[in-house]
């Protein structure tokens, strides 16, 4: 690889990285998005078995009890619900993460090797003082603020 293909490299290298990012953050949306939906889905077929309940139920007694047991019924599903999420979202991110890792591995290991090829005679400081020659030194620009700042 000759040293005026780096930075083309370098620029893929960085693409591949933010798409393979992008990728990831897609699909952990996209599995938060199944899991509360089927989550919600459960809710409501709770709901609508509670209500049919109540709909065929001839007896007053058991109506009269029936919002303080549907309360602690449901405060007891929502307290597992609760559970159930949070060990989703510790998948979730573990696998997220675990993605993450792989794809900064690769990014890694593609720079690496864009840096460090074997038929380029240029060590890598050697290139990135090639590329800073580009721009005039600083130096000067900032003696002469200083002397403008004292007057």
Known sequence: MNVE???LAL?????ELQLRISRLLQENGHHWLESMQQSNAEN?????AEIEGL???ANWQAL???PVES???QFQNRVGDTQTINQLAVKN?????????QALESWQK??????NTGDSEQSLPDIFAQWGAAWPPAVGSRKKTARKGAN
Do not use: C, D, H
Not at 44 to 48: D, K, L, P, V, Y
């Open 71 to 73: 309360f602690w019924r």
């Open 5 to 7: 293909s780096i930075p």
């Open 11 to 15: 620029y893929k290298a960085n693409i």
């Open 64 to 66: 009269a009890t029936l």
């Open 44 to 48: 409501i077929a709770e709901t609508t």
């Open 55 to 57: 709909l065929r139920s």
């Open 93 to 101: 991110q573990a696998a997220f993460m675990a993605g993450v890792q």
């Open 110 to 115: 593609a720079v690496a090797e864009t840096l």
